[in-house]
Structures are given as C-alpha cells and as structure tokens.
C-alpha cells in the first residue's frame, strides 16, 4: 500500500481542508489502490471560496497588464523548473506515462507564454474624430470572477488553456478540476502564487455535481469554461446560460482520419498507432476512426498496422519504456470492454482484443491493451458514441466524399485528419468538412496557443473557443466611450456625429 495523501482545496493561497465531511478516492490506476483522498465541497463552501476571490479580483483587476504578464513569465519559469515533478505526480493519478503528462504540461505552457503578451491583446480600438471634436474608443475590461470546470484527461493543459488567459485579463478563477486527479490543478495554484499572483485570485475548489451546480448557481460567477464529457457539458451550458452567464462547454469526440490510396502509409501507421493508442486513447483529438478510401488502401493498412500493434506495450505509467499506461479508473476500464463486447456483438471484425489483459506485478491496474476493429458501419452504436480507450475502428469508404460524410454526419465534431498527398483534395475536404478543427498528414490538430480550440457539433456548446484571441474575448467583456472635447467653434455646435445628419 502506498502511504495516503488528503489534498484539500487551496483557497485564498493555501491549502483548505475540506469541511462538507464529504471526500472522493484519488487511485493509482497503475495498481487499483487509492492513493488519496479529495475534499468535495458543499455549496457553502464553494459559496465562500466566490466570495473570497470576488474580492480579491478589485486590486488584481488594477494591476497594470504588464505586470500581470510578469507573473506569467515567472510562472512559466517555475513550470519549467518544476516539470518532472508534476509529470510524475499526474502520471500516476491520471495514468498517462510520463512523456504524454510533460506534453500535457507543455502545452498548457504554452498558453501561458500566449498569456504573457495580453499587454498587446488587451489594446483596443479608437477612432479620432467620429464627429467633431468627438473620439470612440474601446477597451476590454475583466468580467470578474470566472470559473474552469476540467475533465481527467488533461489535468495541466485545460486548467491552463483557462485560467492561464482569465487571470490574465484580470479576472479571478475558481478551477473546479476533476475529482479523478486533483492534485496538479493544486500544484499549478501553489506556483501561481509563488509567481506573484495576489492570494484569493486563484482558487482550487474541489468537488462533484454539488460544486459544480454551486458555481452555476452563483450570481457573482460571470463565465464558466468547461471541457468533460457531452452530456454534462450540455448541462452546464443549459444551466449556466439560464442563469445568465457566458459559458463555453466543450465536449466528447469522435475523430475520424480519413486515409487516401496516395497517402504515405508508413507515415499514416505511425501516427495512427499514436493518435489511436498514446495516452490509452483519453485524448479527445485521438484518432479512433480510420477510413481508408478504397479496398486496396484498407488491405495495405491493415497489413502494416498489425504488426505496430503487436509493439505496443502498455505499462505503469511511471515505466520509461511503456508506451501507454492504464486507463484512469475501473468504471472507465469496464467501459471501454463493454464496447469492444458492443462492436462484436454488431457484427464489427475484432481483429486485436485487448481485453482481459493482465500485467505481472499490476494485476488490479486498469490496463486495456491495444484493440483494433474493422468493418464497422455507421449505424452501429459502438461508432456512433465516443469509447475514449485504446480501440481503433476501421469504417471502409469507397470514395474520399463517402469518408468526408462519415465524419461530416457524426454527433461530435471536434477534430478530423485527411491523409494524402493531394493538396487539392485535402484543401477541399478541409473547406468543406463539418467539423471544428482539421488536420492535413497532421494526426492530433490540436491548435497552436496564440490559434484557437473548439469543436463543432455535439463536441461543443457556445459559440466561443478556447485560447487565442477567442480566449481573450470570452473572458472580458468590451465598454465603448463615446467622448468630446468641443473647443474653438466646435464647441458651438450641438452634438452631431455623421450618422445623426
Ligand atoms: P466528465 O464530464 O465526467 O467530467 C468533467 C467535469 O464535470 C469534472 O470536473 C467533473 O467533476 C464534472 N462533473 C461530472 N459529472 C457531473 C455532473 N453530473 N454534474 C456536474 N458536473 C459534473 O468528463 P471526464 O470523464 O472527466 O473527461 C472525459 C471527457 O471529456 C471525454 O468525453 C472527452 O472527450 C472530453 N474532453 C473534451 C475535450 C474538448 O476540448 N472537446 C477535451 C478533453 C476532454
């Protein structure tokens, strides 16, 4: 057993034992043992941890953009310091292995380095002389005390995507992270502070449906920015936009890489293995659908990808040479089998069977190996939701127009990959394909920092992204000044701007 940690909430810059009596197990996925223990907060808890940051958003909200833009620097350095150790400790929370929790560290960086240049995004507009002696401008001012609502699957990368832009704008977060691996979002908080961000700015709030419902619930809350699963991302845009907030819900995925008879197949297997497998497949831009155009293309594919998936070994998470680990909880696990028992069971081809896999040493670790399906079809159920495990499903198209339908008609709609070597056919899929993000011989399209994320479709709700200048938008609010300073014989003249002639 390994010795059991409590991780309290971390409000008004340092920890806060929980005191709703109410606690969630944190398990090491690797072994099925739980490792630690959460507080869950009560609504009154949540409450107070609001009103704390509401009031510690007035001074931080006067901090000069270029000065909020040095605690980012600084906090960027301690990331960079301090990466090995929060790759370990959400490796073994989550169950990613250690390489993916540093990509997933990093490219929460890198919206934190995005974050360090809101002086430039934070300008507005002006226009001088609108009429006579009369000047416009505008400016983006901070909406207050946000909240961030993140899933298990990325606990560095979306709690930075978040609050890396709010606190940046001058607002005050409350992250709401995922009860399954809640000690990173803490870690982040902590270095936040040691970077010079003022006490009671940036709040951890752990909890279930009863936080969450709370924040929703909260007047002083402006905006909510949620990733997680479609079901719960529609509820909290239903409930937080009927209480008249602005919220960003981003949800599940089913990506689909579409594999042209020219595409570079040795190319293409790599990356599926990867985009498929790599991280134990909880990525919501991995790849679980492959559609190669053509019987000739789905043969070769088929061929190449058997043997790569024969390579792959999953393993503790902690383990250098493991190339994935397990997935994050047993619920989760008994998930993911149902499914591949769900493609069988509607006539899919099981090629590979991951299921029943048992490590020596890890016996009750939630390991699932690498699982491949061909001849699934678009009206079975095991294609149509989102599995969010290592299993690959191969839809045969005849046509690239077949496989853009296939991807174009999904529930989800975040991301979507064309393989080929034809630019013309790639440019037209990517204009014409219904779905958020697009990658062209690029497996994973997740956005640069200073672009922006979103999906389409079921995969989000709201019509703002995350990061990028979206980000910038969503989490201020614009005021307009219309001014005058009539002097000589303009001041004479009533009040007239062009439009009022
Ligand atoms: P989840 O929906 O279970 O949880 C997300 C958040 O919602 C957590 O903070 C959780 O505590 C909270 N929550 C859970 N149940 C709730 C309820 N009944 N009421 C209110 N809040 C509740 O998602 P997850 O399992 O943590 O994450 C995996 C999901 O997230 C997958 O569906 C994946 O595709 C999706 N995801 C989407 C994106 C994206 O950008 N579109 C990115 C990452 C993950």
Redesign the pocket.
């Known amino acids: 057993m390994t010795a059991q940690r409590d991780v309290h909430h971390f409000i008004n810059g340092k920890a806060a034992p929980g005191t709703s009596g109410r606690f969630g197990d944190i398990y090491d996925p690797n072994t099925g043992e739980v490792q630690a223990k959460v507080s869950l907060a009560s609504k009154s808890e949540m409450d107070q941890a609001i009103e704390i940051a509401k009031n510690a958003q007035v001074a931080w909200a006067q901090v000069n953009p270029q000065r909020r833009a040095r605690v980012m620097f600084k906090f960027k350095q301690l990331l960079e310091e301090n990466m090995d150790e929060l790759a370990r400790l959400l490796s073994i929370e989550h169950g990613k292995v250690v390489a993916d929790a540093k990509g997933d560290i990093q490219r929460g960086m890198e919206v934190i380095e995005f974050a360090c240049g809101i002086p430039h995004l934070l300008k507005g507009e002006f226009t001088e002389g609108a009429g006579p002696g009369i000047d416009v401008y505008s400016m983006r001012q901070p909406l207050g005390v946000v909240a961030a609502?993140?899933?298990?699957?990325?606990p560095a990368m979306?709690p930075m995507w978040m609050f890396g832009v709010a606190l940046a704008c001058g607002n005050a977060v409350i992250l709401?992270?995922?009860?399954?691996d809640p000690s990173v979002p803490v870690r982040l908080a902590e270095l936040m502070l040691e970077a010079g961000l003022p006490e009671g700015v940036l709040n951890v709030v752990h909890g279930?449906?009863e936080a969450?419902?709370a924040i929703l619930d909260n007047d002083d809350i402006k905006a909510v920015s949620f990733?997680?699963?479609?079901d719960?991302a529609h509820?909290?845009y239903s409930r937080g936009t009927a209480n008249a907030k602005r919220v960003q819900a981003?949800?599940?995925?089913k990506n689909h890489g579409v594999i042209m008879p020219d595409a570079d197949m040795d190319q293409v297997v790599k990356d599926l293995v990867g985009s498929a497998y790599g991280s134990a497949g909880e990525r919501?831009m991995a790849l679980p659908v492959a559609v190669p155009v053509g019987e000739g293309t789905a043969e070769r594919l088929i061929e190449k990808l058997l043997p790569e998936i024969e390579n792959l070994v999953p393993g503790h998470s902690h383990d250098p040479d493991a190339i994935y680990g397990p997935v994050v909880s047993q619920a989760h696990k008994e998930k993911v089998e149902s499914y591949i028992q769900m493609g069988v069971d509607e006539g899919a081809t099981l090629i590979k069977d991951g299921r029943g896999l048992k490590l020596q040493g890890l016996e009750n670790g939630y390991f699932i190996g690498p699982s491949l399906f061909d001849n699934v079809t678009a009206d079975m159920q095991s294609y149509r939701e989102?599995i969010?495990g290592p299993v690959l499903q191969i839809v045969r198209a005849n046509e690239l127009e077949e496989a853009a339908a296939l991807a174009s008609n999904h529930q989800y709609g975040?991301g979507v990959a064309i393989f080929t070597r034809n630019g013309l056919a790639a440019r037209e899929f990517a204009s014409k394909v219904n779905v958020g993000m697009v990658g062209v011989n690029v497996p994973i399209p997740v956005p640069v920092a200073y672009h922006t994320?979103g999906?389409w479709k079921r995969?989000?709700f709201g019509d703002s992204n995350q990061h990028g200048f979206e980000g910038v938008r969503f989490f201020t609010k614009i005021k307009t000044v219309t001014s005058r300073w009539p002097s000589g014989e303009v001041a004479d003249q009533a009040f007239i701007i062009p439009t009022m002639q």
Do not use: R, W
Request: net charge negative; aromatic share 14%.
């Open positions: 609502i993140t899933p298990f699957n990325f979306i709401k992270p995922s009860e399954k279930d449906k969450v419902d990733v997680g699963s479609s719960i509820y909290v981003m949800g599940g995925a919501c989102e969010f975040n994320f999906g995969s989000a």
